[in-house]
Nanobody, 120 residues
Framework: QVQLVESGGGLVQPGGSLRLSCGVSGSIFSINAMGWYRQAPGKERDLVAVINSGGSTNYADSVKGRFTIPRDNAKNTVYLQMNSLKPEDTAVYYC??????????????WGKGTLVTVSS
């Protein structure tokens, strides 16, 4: 059993900052890529940022220069530091982890999501 637990969402004014956290626990042999996705009302779930086990990152064009995705391998935790937030960043943010389980299976897991609202 693998669990992803997100935290850090909330209401923030435009131009403000917020940091999301996602901890991964359970029967894990290794964690490969970890990422954040978001889904705004009436829209599809889109990639925000991803980081692989080597530290390479990839960001959606809409967040480049504003968001970063640090990762703490010792804590099995990934963060999403969001700066200069805009109303269009309002969405439910989901954590995703691609892991190798203790039975050496490659699996993909999702958190339950955390709501970020950017509004004055």
């Amino acid at each position: 059993q693998v669990q992803l637990v997100e935290s850090g969402g909330g209401l923030v004014q435009p131009g403000g900052s917020l940091r999301l956290s996602c901890g991964v626990s359970g029967s894990i042999f290794s964690i490969n890529a970890m990422g954040w996705y978001r889904q705004a009302p009436g829209k599809e779930r889109d990639l925000v940022a991803v980081i692989n086990s080597g530290g390479s990152t990839n960001y959606a064009d809409s967040v480049k220069g504003r968001f970063t995705i640090p990762r703490d391998n010792a804590k099995n935790t990934v963060y999403l530091q969001m700066n200069s937030l805009k109303p269009e960043d309002t969405a439910v943010y989901y954590c995703n982890a691609a892991v190798t389980t203790m039975s050496y299976r490659g699996m993909n897991y999702w958190g339950k999501g955390t709501l970020v609202t950017v509004s004055s």
